[in-house]
């Protein structure tokens, strides 16, 4: 079977969408059977995501894949037709819930032509249970036509080996008004400990001490493994990858309440009220008094995701559709 897939987010990003493109691939490849044929187009940047979205995806894309299967399109951006069977991935829909957290031209292709591409779709992938229910409520599609795909964790994330030096609480996240990183800023400094935030920056003016930029994964494992705990009060995901990660590092997790993060840390993680200050500081507390026994909990419940298993999913998705 020839699949094509969609690499276009390992050329416009690092961030999460990106690491979960590259995890897939690196657990796909070379499988009996399978051939996969990389497609994207233009590089980073405005201009070319623009193009994409507004030309390549439904003219382009299409005139690429008479030699495949399948089709799969990994982020809600695809055809409007195909020839072919089409699976779309979904990581979130937080540009339906919070429009206005978001640039004016990621915001118009919402409005245009997100719900029509994920409709026309032969399968959606979901990410999560809560991204599932926001696939059926927010664009209409059948629960029958989306499959719960969870995302894995990559290997080098592991309690083992060398920890960066300090003592610092860490944020993983773009700079964009979602992230919370406002709050997170001031419930660092109301619990008095050091804050380092790694990210890209991103959008809507979002500036914050402690920002360390993006760096190589290595050296982002290294913080994961030497922090007090990893905040994520995230406002809307429909995942939350840096969980995860810090999980499998052997590190407590604070993040929100009532959220697919909830979903993926299950009781493994300190929960908070992220419009709430004093919440995420006292989480921050509660994180340190129960480190060892979070760390525990974490890595147990980082080893029911793989990336592995997630590959095992969507192949046999694929040939369902061939």
């Not at 052997?250 to 697919?260: D, F, K, L, Q, Y």
């Amino acid at each position: 079977m020839r699949v094509g897939v969609d690499a276009s987010p390992l050329v416009q990003t690092r961030a999460g969408t990106a690491r979960v493109v590259r995890g897939l691939l690196t657990a796909l490849r070379d499988r009996p059977g399978l051939d996969l044929e990389l497609l994207s187009f233009g590089g980073p940047g405005r201009a070319a995501s623009v193009i994409r979205d507004a030309l390549w995806y439904p003219l382009g894309l299409p005139l690429r894949v008479e030699r495949v299967d399948v089709l799969h399109c990994t982020t809600f951006r695809g055809p409007l037709r195909s020839r072919v069977p089409t699976v779309l991935t979904v990581h979130d829909l937080a540009i339906l819930r919070y429009p206005e957290a978001f640039p004016r031209w990621h915001g118009l292709y919402g409005k245009a032509g997100l719900r029509t591409v994920l409709r026309a779709a032969d399968a959606v992938v979901a990410v999560s249970e809560f991204t599932k229910r926001e696939v059926e409520t927010l664009v209409g599609v059948p629960a029958e036509r989306i499959r719960v795909v969870p995302n894995g964790v990559d290997p080098l994330f592991t309690p083992h080996g060398r920890a960066a030096e300090g003592s610092y609480v860490l944020a993983v996240a773009t700079l964009e008004p979602r992230k919370n990183l406002d709050r997170v800023v001031e419930a660092a400094r109301l619990a008095e400990i050091e804050l380092r935030v790694v990210g890209a920056r991103g959008w809507g003016g979002v500036e914050v001490s402690g920002w360390v930029g993006e760096i190589p994964d290595a050296e982002l494992a290294e913080l994961y493994r030497g922090a007090r705990c990893v905040l994520y009060p995230s406002l809307y995901e429909g995942f939350g990858l840096p969980v995860l990660e810090a999980m499998a590092s052997g590190t407590p997790v604070v993040t929100s309440r009532g959220t697919a993060m909830e979903e993926i840390a299950g009781a493994a993680a300190v929960l908070v009220d992220p419009h709430d200050i004093a919440s995420i500081a006292e989480g921050i507390v509660e994180a340190e008094a129960r480190r060892e026994e979070l760390a525990r909990l974490g890595l147990a419940r980082a080893n029911e995701f793989s990336w592995e298993r997630a590959a095992d999913r969507v192949e046999a998705l694929w040939r369902e559709l061939s």
